[in-house]
């Protein structure tokens, strides 16, 4: 009773108060500031860039500065007319010397690579930041349908209850058999369990959005019925397949990564080389005066000059990590074949499901209005007498699956849109308003 009541209660709340919905863009807004995989790519990217600054540092000068302080205690032995003595005295000094590379072959190439690094590193944030433009979707459209899902269900189970009571009412009179009784009650047994599946999938689909958003999404704005689905621009899929194969962001990371894999051939192999370094110094020391009154001794040193390396021998490391460097530019390569075979599959796989998907979203709205006519027709023959009760309930559940089936069509059309425009490196926040502009608002 109490239960009851409170649920009134609530209810009252709510019907006092406006109710605001959470709508694409919003749920996107609330998924970049709390995901943690886009958080994590974020990082990544910032971390990347350091690449850039860390290669740069090999063409620059090094200076480095050093000082020391010694206290010296000396003794003296066979001294004339003295025997031996000690003599104490500090000692002071330093250093600073500077080495300005001229030519470090290795230094050139690992600059070359640094520069490669932070582009493969800012593919890798966009790619990112589509995947979770495609995931908020995703997750978006899955509690939609989890609604619809249940909606269905539940009006499915209600109109089946109806004919369960009409057939109880029908065979209590003699007008019908005991089998339609039976018949609708095994149907609304199975749509109680349905229902029961179909309130878990929801529960669960929204806890996945909760997960990306950090929250409930609370109520989402559905999809409009009269929702126009667009046809991909251009119309061939061989343009889109082209298109993913160069502009991918998968593909970009991938051949940013093995061209740094090729240069790292030629970092290594310059291990063979001379290096030549413009190298500095500057050093001033002095030693403080001795108990026995000697003067105290400074000294100052400059030196500018030319510092060559020439290496002769090192083991054969050099031509070892030549080989290996050689292997993983051909696995990298590897690696960006299969990046661009994967990004033309998806290319066509998401036109596929753009163009056919439009056409099955066509044929359901057909069908959704013929099973309605059916329906109308059924229940009709079945208050005349020409029809039995099975003959309903059957044309109850085609209509209840067939308005799934539609909603299913439309969100994985919609998701095709998104995921076709990331095969080819284009899917922008513009992207996902436009397809937030056929929610109802």
Do not use: C
């Amino acid at each position: 009773m109490k239960r009851h009541a409170l649920a009134l209660l609530v209810g009252a709340v709510f019907a006092a108060s406006p109710v605001f919905a959470a709508d694409l863009a919003q749920v996107y807004r609330d998924a970049v500031a709390y995901d943690a995989q886009f958080a994590a790519a974020r990082a990544n990217l910032d971390a990347g860039r350091e690449k850039l600054p860390q290669g740069r540092s090999g063409l620059l000068p090094v200076i480095s500065a050093s000082g020391n302080t010694t206290w010296n205690q000396n003794t003296y032995s066979g001294l004339t007319g003295n025997g031996s003595r000690d003599a104490s005295f500090n000692s002071n000094g330093y250093t600073v010397s500077l080495t300005q590379p001229l030519f470090r072959w290795q230094n050139i190439v690992q600059y070359d690579q640094a520069q490669l690094q932070v582009v493969q590193a800012e593919a890798t944030f966009e790619q990112a930041r589509q995947d979770l433009i495609v995931r908020v979707a995703q997750a978006y459209f899955d509690v939609l349908y989890a609604q619809e899902n249940l909606t269905a269900v539940r009006a499915n189970k209600e109109a089946i209850a109806q004919q369960l009571a009409q057939a109880k009412k029908n065979f209590e009179v003699g007008t019908a058999t005991i089998t339609d009784s039976q018949e609708a009650q095994s149907r609304y047994d199975l749509a109680t369990a349905q229902e029961i599946a179909a309130d878990s999938d929801l529960e669960i689909k929204r806890h996945t959005l909760s997960v990306i958003i950090g929250k409930d999404a609370g109520a989402l704005n559905p999809l409009r019925n009269d929702a126009t689905l667009a046809p991909p621009q251009p119309a061939a899929m061989a343009n889109w397949v082209d298109a993913a194969e160069k502009d991918s962001f998968t593909v970009l990371a991938q051949q940013a990564a093995a061209e740094v894999a090729a240069r790292e051939v030629e970092r290594n192999r310059a291990g063979h080389y001379p290096t030549l370094d413009v190298v500095a110094s500057y050093n001033d020391s002095s030693s403080g005066k001795t108990q026995f009154g000697d003067s105290r001794f400074d000294s100052t040193s400059r030196a500018v000059g030319l510092q060559l390396n020439i290496p002769i021998f090192q083991g054969g490391y050099v031509t070892s990590k030549t080989r290996e460097a050689a292997a993983n530019r051909e696995a990298a390569n590897a690696a960006l074949d299969g990046a661009r075979r994967n990004a033309s599959l998806l290319a066509r796989q998401s036109y596929l499901g753009v163009v056919n998907g439009i056409a099955q979203v066509r044929a359901l709205e057909a069908a959704l209005l013929s099973s309605n006519s059916a329906l109308e027709s059924n229940k009709l023959g079945y208050e005349v007498g020409v029809r039995i009760n099975i003959d309903v309930l059957n044309a109850e559940q085609q209509v209840y699956s067939t308005r799934r089936d539609l909603a299913r069509a439309r969100f994985d059309t919609l998701l095709a849109q998104l995921r076709l425009k990331a095969a080819v490196g284009t899917l922008s926040d513009a992207d996902l308003q436009q397809i937030n502009g056929l929610l109802v608002h």
